[in-house]
């Protein structure tokens, strides 16, 4: 059964810092991997797909890097609207699809 | 634009039926999966299941296989999650997702939220 495992739980950061959340999975998954923003009484929205790929409209602070089970999503210089909840999700020879825990990133 | 919109919150006594929608519009909605994702309160995104809209495909995931029924109607651009014997632990909100690039989940229903309570 693949795991996604998410770390850490929570991340305290300042505006205009950077942040880094990762993400591991417990087999190989390529690139096959997406990192979801969700913020309070809103549904996911996609920021990263490919491991490395934006999708549409998402800004050039978010960028996501990786292959096979280590994955990062990195923000370049924390906006206040970036402090939500990130979740990676694996795809790779679905199904199954699978989601890490989530990461609270959070103001410090 | 490239849409998918859920039917309305359902509040439910253990025991009953329901059947909850999420019509897609902007996109040809036969030749994209669809996928269903549980959120209970307070916790993380957990894969249901996915249909094929075209042919109606459906996988699941095990942990939900059995437990509802995953449908499309093509010709209404809609697609289906379906409990014939809602208990207190399908209390959650419920998202339908189009699956775009390879796997990822590109565009979101807005969520419809299931309270199931005696």
Do not use: H
């Amino acid at each position: 059964e693949m795991v996604m495992t998410q770390s850490p739980a929570t991340l305290s950061v300042s505006p205009g810092e950077r942040a880094t959340l990762s993400c591991r999975a417990s087999q190989s998954v390529s690139n096959n991997l997406a990192w979801y923003q969700q913020k309070p009484g809103q549904a996911p929205r996609l920021l990263i797909y490919g491991a490395s790929t934006r999708a549409t409209g998402i800004p050039a602070r978010f960028s996501g890097s990786g292959s096979g089970t280590e994955f990062t999503l990195t923000i370049s210089s924390l906006q206040s609207e970036d402090f939500a909840v990130y979740y990676c999700q694996q795809y790779n020879k679905w199904p199954p699809i699978t989601f890490g825990q989530g990461t609270r990133l959070e103001i410090k | 634009e490239v849409q998918l919109v859920q039917s309305g919150a359902e509040v439910k006594k253990p025991g009953e039926s329901l059947k909850i929608s999420c019509k897609g519009s902007g996109y040809g909605f036969s030749i994209y999966w669809i996928g269903w994702v549980r959120q209970m309160p307070g916790k993380g995104l957990e894969w249901m299941g996915t249909i094929y809209p075209g042919d109606s495909d459906t996988r699941y995931s095990p942990s939900f296989q059995g437990q509802v029924t995953i449908s499309a109607d093509k010709s209404i651009s809609t697609a289906y999650l379906q409990w014939s014997s809602l208990k207190a632990s399908d209390t959650a909100m419920y998202y339908c997702a189009k699956i775009g690039a390879g796997g990822s989940f590109d565009v979101w229903g807005q969520g419809t939220m299931v309270t199931v309570s005696s």
